[in-house]
């Protein structure tokens, strides 16, 4: 059974900092597209930052040179650090996994382009 776990959400004040971790196990996914989600009450789930197996990245424009996401195949687990937290950065965010097309460049930013999620870890940024 495949399942990812996010990790390191919580409560920070507005320039603060926090770093998510998502681990899988179940499987590896070395060769995939790992991404991070967000969704806001509200709001629709949105892209925040994507990484193929080469470790090449992309990134929503609002979170662009705050955030940055890595991977360590070893531990088959996802990271987002989160740095110049803002009030509107808060949200649950989800790790998802492409699969299905392995050694991809191509980072997708549609949820629908992910086929495993995590369940979610809140971040709270306070004004």
């Known amino acids: 059974q495949v399942q990812l776990v996010e990790s390191g959400g919580g409560l920070v004040q507005a320039g603060g900092s926090l770093r998510l971790s998502c681990a899988a196990s179940?499987?590896?996914?070395?060769?995939?597209?790992l991404g991070w989600f967000r969704q806001a009450p509200g709001k629709e789930r949105e892209f925040v930052a994507g990484?193929?197996?080469?470790?090449?990245?992309i990134y929503v424009d609002s979170v662009k040179g705050r955030f940055t996401i890595s991977r360590d195949n070893a531990k088959n687990t996802v990271y987002l650090q989160m740095n110049s937290l803002k009030p509107e950065d808060t949200a649950v965010y989800y790790c998802?996994?492409?699969?299905?097309?392995?050694?991809?460049?191509?980072?997708?930013?549609?949820?629908?382009?992910?086929?495993?999620w995590g369940q979610g870890t809140q971040v709270t940024v306070s004004s």
């Open positions: 998802a996994a492409r699969s299905g097309a392995p050694r991809s460049a191509v980072v997708p930013t549609t949820a629908a382009s992910y086929n495993y």
């Open positions: 179940g499987r590896t996914f070395s060769n995939d597209v």
């Open positions: 990484i193929n197996w080469k470790g090449g990245n």
